[in-house]
């Protein structure tokens, strides 16, 4: 099970660290990441982990500003976003797919989203 927290509005230019408390599962050898959907848009890939080793994947258009991390324990995946931008508004989902780093490479960040089975509710990140 994946439940996000700490969406919230900020200002444009501001700061915002959402949580995914993971449970039930340790999700070993896993994609685990986290999506956004903004109004009017398909749901596209903002940052993965694959949970066999450390390695951290983005989308090309972050421009470095999202950080994602897992903590010792592996029972939380947060996203630290910095400088958002209008176009950060949206909700941000977690989710887990047993995809491994070739498939993760080969399809993508961005484009994940419909190869993973576990999703958690989503949390409403909006900046103005």
């Known amino acids: 099970q994946l439940v996000e927290s700490g969406g919230g509005s900020v200002q444009a230019g501001g700061s915002l660290r959402v949580s995914c408390v993971i449970s039930?599962?340790?999700?070993?050898?896993?994609?685990m990441g986290w999506f956004r959907q903004g109004p009017g848009k398909e749901r596209e890939g903002v940052a993965v982990?694959?949970?066999?080793?450390?390695?951290?994947y983005y989308a090309d258009n972050l421009g470095g500003r999202f950080t994602i991390s897992r903590d010792n324990a592996k029972t939380t995946l947060d996203l630290q976003m910095n400088s958002l931008q209008s176009e950060d508004t949206a909700l941000y989902y977690c989710?887990?797919?047993?995809?491994?780093?070739?498939?993760?490479?080969?399809?993508?960040?961005?484009?994940?989203?419909?190869?993973?089975?576990?999703w958690g509710p989503g949390t409403q990140v909006t900046v103005s």
């Open positions: 982990i694959y949970t066999g080793g450390v390695t951290t």
């Open positions: 989710a887990a797919g047993r995809l491994g780093k070739s498939s993760i490479e080969r399809l993508g960040v961005q484009n994940l989203a419909p190869f993973l089975s576990v």
């Open positions: 039930g599962y340790t999700y070993r050898s896993y994609c």
